[in-house]
């Protein structure tokens, strides 16, 4: 699987949002949610999340590990595929998306084009409390918190907003056993 690709842009379409990324004299097309910054010969380096099919080997890239991981969240809903996850990421912002799913909001991921009502409870059903703290923009904290004291919160029982809640404007240590005992004391007093 092609995991992250590094190369110069030479040939973008905006229609398709697609563009031709040059790595090392091989030419890959890769879907993106948007192509409207790129110009041809601008350097380019995309997470790429990798579709094998019968017919075609299908490219989605994002340009940071966040919004792939976000993509496969999505891709784990059923009744979405690639072509509907990516529609998603480009009619809202990750953390716009994000927060929908975390506040229930279906009536909000509904206007998401090719994503009905039924879908989006469904999404809604699916990912609520699923998705992590770092993935949902969080305007409100200076600093987002680190992934594996998030999971571990997670592990735990908390949920995203009870963890969001708990440590917003909050700067963890540096150390990973006193940020994990920091969070945990915030959360038995929220």
């Known amino acids: 699987m092609i995991g992250w690709l590094s190369g110069t842009v030479r040939r973008r379409d905006a229609v398709e949002v697609v563009a031709v990324l040059d790595v090392a ?3 890959y097309e890769v879907f993106l949610a948007s192509v409207d910054d790129l110009r041809i010969g601008d350097p380019l380096e995309v997470h790429v999340h990798t579709v094998v099919r019968a017919d075609a080997i299908l490219l989605y890239g994002f340009r940071d590990f ?7 969240l999505l891709l784990a809903t059923p009744g979405v595929g690639p072509s509907t ?4 990421l480009r009619t809202m912002s990750l953390g716009q998306l994000a927060q929908a799913i975390e506040d229930g909001d279906a009536k909000r991921v509904a206007q998401v084009p ?5 879908t989006a409870n469904r999404i ?4 609520k409390g699923k998705i992590l703290v770092d993935a949902v923009d969080q305007s409100a904290t200076t600093e987002r918190q680190p992934r594996e004291i998030d999971e571990a919160l997670r592990s735990l029982g908390y949920s995203a907003p009870e963890i969001r809640e708990a440590l917003v404007d909050t700067d963890l240590p540096d150390d990973e056993g006193e940020a994990l005992r920091f969070a945990l004391n915030r959360l038995r007093r929220s």
């Open 85 to 88: 996850a990516m529609a998603a």
């Open 114 to 118: 090719g994503i009905g009502t039924k």
């Open 25 to 27: 004299g091989v030419g």
């Open 66 to 72: 966040a919004e792939r991981e976000f993509f496969e």
């Open 124 to 127: 809604v059903l699916e990912l």
